[in-house]
């Protein structure tokens, strides 16, 4: 008898993707993605270059070109964290009782298991909210909510502008919330006289405002800040322009202290500049550290730090500031007890996954996997709108 293989499988498989439930996953294909169908174990590293600023000199003739200064090129690491399968089987009997619904059971299973996937890619993309640099808006308010008011999102990408974000590739994912408030209140997004298009009013495409491509998450979901009230600069030359970590004391705990996500802004010359925090502190004094650039304005010793409310966030960003990469998961040498393997990508989300089928003791047992992990390598390019 010739061995079995998953050929037979296939149209099973691309019947799925097509019925396979399609929540809001907006971040997977707004993110800059290394979907390769290569194998990575867990825990591997994926190393980025991250070049410095260069300084610029004068132009002098010479005989000669001159020396050219040095650099130290630093690096941000990505581990691909997650190697997740979802499995699913069927005995024999069980085959037999479903009878002409089996093939349709198979293919639903295998849905919602690419489902299953791609949200917790999703969720992993949408927790990279904490590395962002600042924020703009109201916190507990959804964006958008005068008509014809699109200063949320101006000043959210004003931020990466100031930042020194390139214009082109520029992203803004909302909120559930907020995507609703958007094409609920901005009533000239889509009428086609004044849109140009009717993408929003018939397909509900929101497609491109102000150079920046629109999507919607499902998982940009609340934040709820930390409890600390009372903190206070304590460095006697107080933290410079540009200063990320910031030394902190006369705080009181409340439990939570400092959350990383916390929107925080200083007493002194700043309180219109909202920062980010991505690394917390749970004690009553010590350091906090602000996403990159830090400090817009310097900030004198003692002045006092307030976390802002509990909120919703949305993304504005460009491209380079998330990235993702994917691979399949790590076999062992001569592989494993698995009858046959195929990989496949989404063609939703572009990712690659693997289905595997392992014939066992009057069972058969279907599994889809895929090892991923996320990592913010240009953080500075990534802000907040609040909502």
């Not at 959350?259 to 700043?270: E, I, L």
Request: hydrophobic fraction near 40%.
């Amino acid at each position: 008898m010739s061995a079995n293989t998953l050929t037979g499988l296939i149209p099973t498989i691309y019947d799925a993707l097509k019925v396979v439930a399609n929540e809001a996953v907006g971040l997977i294909g707004a993110v800059s993605r290394d979907s390769q169908a290569s194998r990575a174990a867990k825990n591997q590293t994926v190393r980025s270059p991250v070049v410095p600023a260069l300084s610029a000199e004068d132009s002098t003739p010479a005989n000669v070109s001159p020396e050219t200064t040095g650099q130290t090129v630093a690096y941000t690491d990505m581990t691909i964290s997650k190697v997740r399968s979802v499995p699913f089987n069927v005995t024999g009997e069980e085959g037999l009782s479903l009878g002409p619904n089996y093939e349709v059971w198979k293919r639903d299973n295998v849905a919602q298991a690419i489902r299953t996937l791609r949200n917790e890619m999703e969720t992993d993309l949408a927790a990279l909210y904490a590395k962002a640099s600042r924020a703009y808006g109201t916190a507990g308010t959804a964006p958008f909510g005068t008509a014809g008011d699109m200063t949320d999102l101006a000043n959210t990408l004003r931020i990466l502008a100031d930042n020194g974000a390139p214009d082109t590739d520029l992203r803004c994912v909302l909120s559930m919330p907020a995507w609703a408030s958007l094409i609920g209140k901005q009533a000239s997004l889509f009428k086609v006289n004044e849109a140009g298009t009717d993408d929003l009013l018939r397909r509900g495409a929101i497609g491109e405002l102000f150079g920046c491509m629109v999507g919607k998450s499902w998982k940009l979901g609340t934040h709820t800040k930390g409890a600390g009230v009372g903190y206070d600069i304590n460095n006697g030359s107080g933290e410079a322009i540009g200063q990320t970590t910031i030394t902190l004391d006369g705080g009181t705990v409340n439990t939570t202290g400092i959350k990383a996500g916390d929107v925080v802004t200083f007493a002194g010359a700043s309180t219109a500049h909202r920062y980010v925090v991505t690394t917390g502190l749970t004690a009553v004094s010590g350091d906090i550290v602000i996403g990159a650039p830090g400090l817009r304005i310097a900030e004198a010793d003692a002045a006092e730090m307030t976390i802002g409310d509990s909120y919703t966030p949305s993304l504005g960003f460009h491209r380079s500031a998330l990235h993702m990469a994917v691979r399949l998961p790590a076999l062992p040498e001569g592989g494993d007890a698995a009858s046959d393997r195929m990989t496949i990508t989404d063609p939703i989300t572009g990712m690659v996954m693997e289905f595997a089928v392992y014939r066992q003791y009057r069972q058969v047992r279907w599994e889809v996997s895929a090892a991923w992990g996320v990592a913010a390598p240009n953080p500075e390019f990534l802000a907040i709108m609040l909502g």
